[in-house]
């Protein structure tokens, strides 16, 4: 890149982050001028990293340590039957901190993310679709679906699979850098990626005790 370039993800981050949102239209008016003026527009490939299992990754608008996975059919019962081809929940289980100043939805159906996305192969997801169902506390067993600002709190994305024995011992997944955003036209929160990703390898666990559900409790 050119001395004096910039990014078009650079001037994105900046103009998304602008408060109030009202000017981020007029902002993206001004983007032709502003990167003219500094030398034009350079490009930056998207980077991948490796990261460890327990390790923080900050993706922008949240931090998320990726900490191991499980396989189960014992949890969230009722849902797994009423979910059609669905033999089992691939539960990822993470620690996340929401940086933003309001809640963020971390499954269906709110504006989510692929802030974390299990790599399977292809069929093994019921929804075909990288964005948790379900997610719930580990220390309680508790809704987790929402991320509030400021608070780390350790949750299990879940899945519906189609077939448990497709899932390997070790379990790659991708996690990608964003952007969250409210979008004027639609009216409501979202995420943009920026591109960089990070690659993890997690460990194989139980099913955290305080998300067993015992059939007699159905």
């Known amino acids: 890149m050119e001395a004096g370039a910039i990014t078009v993800r650079t001037v994105l981050a ?4 602008t408060w109030p949102r009202r000017l981020v239209l007029g902002g993206l008016l001004l983007v032709p001028v502003v990167v003219g003026a500094l030398g034009g527009f350079g490009t930056a490939e998207p980077r991948t990293f ?12 949240m931090v998320v340590r990726p900490i191991a996975f499980f396989v189960s059919d014992e949890t969230q019962r009722t849902t797994l039957e ?5 033999e089992a929940w691939l539960g990822v289980v993470v620690e996340v901190e929401n940086h933003t100043e309001e809640a963020i939805t971390l499954t269906f159906p709110g504006p989510a993310s692929d802030a974390l996305a299990p790599q399977l192969p292809a069929g093994t997801l019921v929804t075909g679709a990288s964005v948790a169902k379900e997610a719930y506390r580990v220390d309680d067993g508790t809704m987790g679906s929402v ?20 899932v390997p011992d070790v379990l790659p997944a991708s996690m990608t850098e964003s952007l969250w955003t409210f ?31 015992p059939e007699e409790d159905l």
């Open 14 to 17: 900046l103009l998304l982050a």
């Open 82 to 86: 009423i979910t059609d081809g669905a």
């Open 147 to 166: 991320a509030l600002p400021g608070v780390r709190t350790q949750v299990a994305l879940l899945w519906p699979i189609t077939d448990a024995d497709a």
């Open 50 to 61: 490796d990261v460890a299992p327990g390790q923080d990754v900050d993706l922008g608008p």
């Open 183 to 213: 979008g004027p036209m639609s009216n409501e929160h979202q995420w943009m990626s920026l591109g960089d990703v990070w690659h993890v390898e997690l460990p194989r666990t139980e099913l955290p005790p305080a998300l067993f559900e």
